[in-house]
């Protein structure tokens, strides 16, 4: 075919009104040409409808993507609104955890301060009873010596009786010891009497600043209790905090998922779409094969065109075959349940 | 009208919603926690739609939601909190929000915005203002 009027990359219209010019004044001819080119027109047609659904799909596809990423910029900008809330959140609940964290040093330092304090306060009641039965021990040996001392002036003022006028003078000396021995049980009472008194001045003065004590720790352990108190408060917020939000991003990361899914079918179709570009291809090979021979036919002076016409209608009949064999992915969703579907191709 | 389910830990809020609802004409069937609350909308009563607290003891209101969602996708549900310590009712809100409650209502909340929220969950069974 080398008429360089041939119009290539025209509609096959302008090929037609091509054609018949080229066998004009040859009736025959031009009622066969007219035949054959009406059967390869029919084709033509069912080739640019397929492209029109294609250009169709492809057009609603480009819409739905715009709407699924529009739906997920809505969904991510849910997500970070939600994020930075929860940055709020967290921010408090870190002063809480600081706060707590005071609380618990606190209570550690209380607690930690009552063992030495008991201690102490053993050993120094230890001391006191100590000294107070070192001095009670001391009393009682003044006491004994004092007892024996008069037991010795009583034997002495005996033997000095039994010695008669001799005795006279040893039985004044015998009475000075026993006076003295009686002075020395007064004073050793009146130390045991002073000792007992001084225990009871220690013990009452040891008493009050237990008991102030005492106070100081109840009062701190109350305060302390009511921290602890919150400090399980905080815990629980804290708990829950990370429940909702774990529940919170995986349910929009579900949402999230749904809508990359849907956004994934959308670029199925575009695959789709490509799928019937490339099945016109070769279609159009074959009817410019059939048309190629046609004009070869005619220019030949050949009226008889049946040949040409039976496979014109071949390739129309081929090609919606072909194409019912690949299903329409905007019916994907109307099969009926256990209906054998259609085949479809992607990627 | 329609059948409500009412899940909240506070009893005087959950008196005060039953009443408000029943004005309205709904029928109420009323939870204290998210646990009953699952027992109730599973027992078998024909539940148009669920209020529930999100801040309470054990199951939280936003795992109710996803629960409540993963056994019937389209049910509406409204969620309510006020807070509590620290949590914010917003951050509870929106946990709901993304846990896939239709809408939200921040306590305390007037009778009529109650009326709006259920309006706008249950086209068609609440009464109009």
């Not at chain 1, 279609?283 to 190629?292: E, F, K, Q």
């Not at chain 1, 496979?311 to 019916?331: K, W």
Request: aromatic letters at 4%; a negative charge; one cysteine or more.
């Amino acid at each position: 075919m080398n008429d360089p009027n041939f119009p290539r990359k025209t509609h096959l219209s302008r090929l037609r009104r091509w054609v018949l010019n080229l066998v004009r004044g040859r009736a025959a001819s031009e009622r066969a040409g007219s035949a054959a080119l009406d059967g390869l027109l029919a084709f033509d047609a069912q080739l640019m409808s397929q492209l029109g659904r294609a250009v169709g799909l492809s057009e609603k596809s480009a819409l739905d993507v715009i709407v699924r990423t529009g739906n997920l910029h809505k969904l991510s900008g849910n997500l970070v609104r939600y994020l930075g809330e929860a940055r709020v959140q967290s921010e408090a609940m870190q002063q809480g955890i600081e706060r707590n964290s005071l609380v618990i040093r606190e209570l550690a330092a209380f607690v930690q301060t009552l063992p030495q304090q008991i201690a102490q306060e053993r050993e120094q009641l230890k001391a006191l009873l100590s000294e107070v039965k070192g001095l009670t021990e001391m009393t009682d040996t003044i006491r004994g010596i004092a007892r024996q001392t008069e037991i010795l002036a009583i034997n002495a003022a005996i033997e000095a009786a039994r010695a008669g006028e001799a005795g006279r003078g040893f039985a004044v000396l015998a009475g000075e010891v026993r006076r003295l021995a009686t002075q020395a049980n007064a004073s050793a009472e009146k130390v045991s009497h002073d000792i007992g008194s001084l225990v009871k001045t220690v013990e009452s003065g040891y008493s009050v600043e237990f008991d102030a004590r005492t106070h100081h720790n109840e009062a701190e352990a109350a305060r302390l209790g009511g921290l602890t108190l919150k400090l399980d408060e905080g815990y629980v917020d804290m708990r829950q905090f990370y429940e909702m939000l774990m529940t919170a991003v995986t349910g929009h990361n579900t949402e999230l998922d749904r809508g990359l899914g849907l956004l994934l079918d959308t670029a199925q179709t575009q695959d789709v779409v490509k799928q019937i570009v490339d099945r016109v291809q070769p279609a159009m090979d074959s009817r410019n094969a059939v048309l190629v021979d046609l004009i070869a036919r005619l220019r030949a002076g050949e009226d008889e065109t049946l040949e040409i016409d039976r496979r014109a209608g071949a390739l129309a009949q081929e090609y919606l075959e072909q194409e019912a064999l690949h299903r329409d992915p905007e019916a994907a969703g109307d099969a009926a349940p256990g209906a054998p579907s259609q085949r479809i191709e992607l990627f | 009208m329609a059948h409500i389910l009412l899940v909240d830990d506070d009893e005087i809020l959950r008196d005060t919603l039953l009443q408000m609802l029943e004005l309205d004409g709904h029928t109420v069937s009323n939870a204290a926690s998210a646990e009953e609350g699952l027992t109730k909308f599973g027992g078998g009563a024909a539940i148009d739609l669920v209020i529930t607290d999100i801040l309470m003891p054990g199951m939280d209101g936003a795992r109710l939601i996803v629960e409540l969602r993963r056994r019937r996708p389209q049910m509406p549900i409204v969620a309510i909190s006020g807070g509590r310590r620290v949590l914010s009712a917003e951050f509870s809100l929106q946990s709901a929000s993304l846990a896939g409650a239709t809408c939200q209502l921040a306590k305390p909340f007037s009778r009529h915005e109650l009326q709006s929220a259920l309006r706008h969950a249950l086209p068609g069974k609440a009464p109009a203002l």
